[in-house]
């Protein structure tokens, strides 16, 4: 009850007429979800940055160990990450046509990330809505658009806190755990490997890591995708200050759920330096 809602909404609807719970539809609908979203992701970025870039950000993306793993399960880590995929694809996409419809697809997905799980509130519409803001202030042509789609997205995505606060449930699944502020005890060598050694990742994030801040600091390739970055670091930050500075810690000391967060970011990172390295422009 503590999480958003949309994805189960889809587990529970194939069960429908079943007269008990199978996890094997729930895990085949959680798989064809994500095979039609890959399969969307594919094209869209074969459109932006031709074939090579499309299938190199795909398959680093679904071979990272712990997402191939993922799957086909039931975890609404993969459904989040995908979503965010879509919207970021779907703003550079609006970002390359100057078109409006695009961008209002990228405010549906990235609020469907916060109707997902209830991380996608923190670590994708508040990056979503900084790397608008970027753009809006870089872009004054078209600041009406951005704006029509920042409101669509607020519209949308706060339903879901505004209607958990109504049924007196938190915000979070996991309640007290989020108060508190300070370094916790052994939180930063598990983090770093969960990150570079635990296997989770191999050597895909790391690299996509390295990369991006040499692509932040050293501007390089294709720049018109560099807004990507906007999204993944601030969200990889996000993610990395909740599990060493607040009592969320012991869910990355226990391995239960740091890993999982991370997906978002690398496989954000990963589209973005794909694209920006892509020889189509």
């Avoid at 755990?177 to 005890?185: N, P, S």
């Amino acid at each position: 009850p503590h999480y958003p809602f949309l994805y189960h909404a889809l587990q529970i609807t194939v069960e429908q007429g079943q007269t008990q719970w199978s996890d094997r539809a729930a895990n085949t609908i959680h798989f064809l979800l994500s095979l039609s979203a890959l399969l969307a992701l594919f094209l869209m970025l074969r459109s932006l940055g031709g074939k090579t870039a499309a299938l190199l950000a795909v398959t680093l993306i679904i071979t990272t160990p712990l997402f191939a793993m993922h799957l086909g399960g039931g975890y609404a880590d993969v459904p989040l990450t995908l979503f965010a995929l879509l919207s970021l694809t779907t703003f550079f996409l609006s970002s390359k046509t100057s078109g409006q419809r695009w961008l209002l697809l990228s405010a549906l997905f990235v609020s469907a990330c916060v109707w997902t799980k209830a991380e996608g509130l923190p670590f994708c519409l508040l990056p979503w809505l900084l790397m608008l803001g970027a753009h809006w202030w870089g872009h004054p042509q078209e600041r009406k658009q951005d704006a029509y789609a920042v409101f669509l997205a607020l519209c949308l995505s706060l339903l879901w806190p505004l209607f958990a606060l109504a049924r007196g449930l938190p915000l979070s699944p996991h309640g007290s755990y989020d108060l508190g502020i300070g370094l916790q005890e052994g939180a930063l060598p598990a983090a770093l490997h969960a990150m570079f050694t635990g296997g989770s990742f191999g050597v895909i994030l790391p690299l996509a890591l390295f990369t991006s801040l040499f692509l932040l600091f050293r501007p390089t390739g294709n720049k018109g995708y560099r807004w990507g970055l906007l999204w993944g670091l601030p969200s990889l930050a996000a993610i990395l200050f909740v599990y060493l500075f607040t009592s969320n810690a012991v869910f990355l000391l226990n391995g239960q759920s740091f890993d999982r967060q991370l997906l978002l970011p690398c496989a954000l990172l990963v589209l973005t330096l794909s694209l920006s390295f892509a020889t189509k422009r």
